[in-house]
């Protein structure tokens, strides 16, 4: 099964279209730093880049009732609908392969510590028992 061309084609669309509003919106640093700033005000990168995407569904429910949409299309309302979901997901990911890769290493520094003070408390046991 090789899936419909023009979803492939979607696609296509969609990262070029990310390509081109992350140079916009996000930084060298960063690619996606605008969607990260909702953190500041203490929300997720996710969700912050759902609530975006809701403004998104606003607009589309907006068309599909018949409301003349002004300042870009329903198809480009679509295609950022789709994009911000993405974004959410890679943001997501992120977020949670962060934390259980931190938790990791925090638990390796911690056996790293206990090893490193075997000896030196090896060593208080025995000038403890000689005094």
């Not at 990262?15 to 730093?33: I, N, T």
């Not at 003349?68 to 997501?92: G, I, K, R």
Request: charged residues 25%; proline residues 2%.
């Amino acid at each position: 099964m090789n899936g419909d061309p023009r979803y492939r084609a979607l696609l296509d669309e969609m990262w070029k279209l990310h390509c081109k509003k992350g140079h916009d919106y996000g930084s060298d640093e960063d690619f996606l730093a605008n969607l990260r700033a909702s953190q500041a005000f203490g929300i997720a990168a996710w969700v912050g880049a759902m609530v975006r995407a809701n403004d998104k569904m606003i607009r589309i429910k907006n068309a599909a009732k018949g409301v003349d949409l002004a300042n870009e299309s329903l198809e480009d309302s679509l295609m950022d609908l789709a994009a911000y979901a993405l974004l959410a997901l890679v943001l997501y990911r992120e977020a949670h392969s962060t934390s259980s890769s931190l938790e990791e290493k925090m638990d390796k520094v911690h056996k790293q510590m206990q090893a490193e003070l075997t000896p030196l408390n090896e060593a208080v046991e025995s000038l403890q028992s000689w005094l």
